[in-house]
């Protein structure tokens, strides 16, 4: 079904998916063990909200088509900058667990190095990122109501519980982490760090990757401790550097100087045969 190849690729039930079978016709069909599916619906209704009952029903159905419009599928994705290539990202950082923050800032700041800058805000440079540390548990009726009236919004509730949400309207980007849940997990701040790196993606523009182990896949996953090298190959791509490399203009612009080069050589190649012509005459 739909939704079925739909958690598949989202990451729900990859890693337990037994591997697609031929039909006739040619085409493949995904064969899911029924109880991984029972498992795999109940993670999603959890994450959504819902009462985890393990079964397709319609609440669930519903809540899968609006997300849809938010979280496209791999084949469909769009990465889309948040700032500038070559700018500076100012960022704040308020609440508990600053420090894991910033490890994760640093860990994309290194990724982009020479391509993004990222310094703390102060009086003089405004914040461009927010990250804030509090309770988002009536977040989602609000965000969900800007969702339906404004399309420049992007909502990132995939984690379990609700746990955070990236708001992304106009500077400052706002990423809000629900830190009284986190704090209850066996493992906070791995668990945190995991968070924070997909959610500061999501807020440089990196759409949801289809990859288990990528940080920018939408199932949560304690495992994701770094950024892959398909994170990093990503945002390089969206952020390319700022030193006029790397783009077909720029390709196009050191075209054209080489042409302009070998013109000017052609010019004084002619010139200098006027003149030994000239010479040539006078003898």
């Not at 379990?160 to 309207?169: A, D, G, K």
């Amino acid at each position: 079904s739909i939704i079925k190849r739909y958690l598949t690729q989202m990451g729900y039930l990859r890693e337990v998916m037994h591997p697609p079978v031929q039909q006739q016709g040619g085409s493949d069909r995904i064969d899911v063990a029924e109880d991984v599916i029972n498992n795999g619906y109940g993670l999603v209704q959890t994450q959504l909200g819902l009462q985890p009952t393990g079964e397709m029903n319609n609440d669930m159905v519903t809540e899968l088509a609006s997300a849809r419009r938010y979280n496209t599928l791999p084949q469909r994705m769009q990465d889309n900058r948040s700032f500038e290539r070559g700018s500076t990202v100012y960022y704040t950082i308020s609440g508990q667990l600053a420090r894991v923050a910033l490890k994760a800032i640093n860990a994309w700041a290194t990724a982009l190095k020479g391509h993004l800058t990222f310094k703390v805000a102060d009086a003089k440079n405004p914040p461009d990122l927010v990250i804030n540390f509090g309770s988002v548990v009536d977040a989602k009726k609000k965000v969900k109501k800007i969702l339906n009236t404004l399309g420049v919004v992007t909502n990132k509730t995939n984690y379990p519980y609700h746990l955070s949400h990236v708001e992304i309207t106009e500077t400052p980007i706002k990423i809000t982490l629900y830190t009284e849940s986190m704090l209850q997990m066996d493992n906070p701040i791995k668990d945190f760090s995991a968070i924070l790196l997909h959610d500061i993606g999501s807020a440089l523009g990196l759409s949801d990757s289809p990859y288990p182990r990528d940080v920018m896949n939408p199932f949560y996953s304690d495992k994701h401790k770094s950024l892959t090298q398909n994170d990093i190959n990503r945002i390089k791509k969206l952020y390319p550097e700022h030193n006029g490399r790397g783009t077909d203009e720029n390709e196009d612009d050191g075209e054209d100087e080489d042409e302009d080069e070998d013109e000017d050589e052609d010019e004084d190649e002619d010139e200098d045969e006027d003149e030994d012509e000239d010479e040539d005459e006078d003898e």
